[in-house]
């Protein structure tokens, strides 16, 4: 079985730039999260997906971040224009269903903004 | 608001010690806790799923235990080899459906 993909793996940009990244999940995963790791910190969930519809966007900064997940599948998530503080890898997971089950993990986005 | 505090924040240790990890959350209202290992450059790998209503569950050399009225778990490993360096992340989720994450436990165990 394939894991989640995420591309690309690594990123620079200079600040007030855009950047987007894409994730694959495990075919026929249902959920879909995206969440952002600061050097030193634990993950922290900025939004997830059930099929192509959002449960969950309460700690994504709206006004710069933005995830779509069309036809329920891929999902994309995008930051529009970036800060310093927004260095982080990016990391998505998938799981069969909602709630008590195992969420598997992508290797991540490493984004670097200068 | 869950918080979750892992201690220590790194431990290096010889190979062949026996060893604990800690994790504490603030909210005992949880559905479940899970551990994970982060490899650098690498995402998370799920190693132990609790649910709350048990008290612990075993995988290889691998022990994890749940105290929930307490608001703790502890990730035992046995015989520590190199090969389980890595960061140990644990994550509880509560009734909002959400993975709260601590910010983990850097292991290093040297030959």
């Known amino acids: 079985e394939a894991g989640v993909a995420q591309s690309p793996r690594y990123k620079i940009i200079e600040k007030r730039q855009s950047v987007a990244f894409w994730c694959n999940p495990i075919?026929?995963?249902?959920?879909l999260y995206w969440y952002q790791q600061i050097l030193g910190q634990g993950p922290k969930l900025l939004i997830q997906?059930?099929?192509?519809?959002?449960?969950?966007d309460s700690q994504l900064p709206k006004d710069r971040f933005s995830a779509e997940r069309l036809k329920g599948v891929d999902s994309t998530l995008k930051i529009q224009p970036a800060k310093l503080e927004d260095s982080a890898v990016y990391l998505c997971?998938?799981?069969?269903?909602?709630?008590?089950?195992?969420?598997?993990f992508g290797p991540g986005t490493r984004l670097l903004v200068l | 608001k869950q918080e979750v505090t892992q201690i220590p924040a790194a431990l290096s240790v010889p190979e062949g010690e026996n060893l604990v990890l800690n994790c504490s959350f603030t909210?005992?209202?949880?559905?479940?806790l899970q551990w994970f290992r982060q490899d650098p450059g690498k995402g998370l790998t799920s190693l132990l799923l609790?649910?709350?209503?048990?008290r612990e569950q075993t995988s290889g050399r691998l022990n994890a235990s749940l105290d929930k009225s307490s608001g703790r778990s502890t990730l035992y490993i046995a015989a520590s080899q190199p090969g389980d360096s890595a960061t140990y992340l644990c994550?509880?989720?509560?009734?909002?459906?959400?993975?709260?994450f601590g910010t983990g436990t850097r292991l290093q165990v040297f030959p």
């Open positions: 075919s026929g995963h249902a959920t």
């Open positions: 609790i649910q709350s209503s048990q």
């Open positions: 994550a509880v989720r509560g009734n909002t459906d959400k993975l709260i």
């Open positions: 997906f059930q099929n192509n519809g959002v449960v969950d």
């Open positions: 909210d005992s209202a949880i559905y479940n």
């Open positions: 997971a998938s799981s069969l269903v909602r709630s008590q089950e195992t969420q598997y």
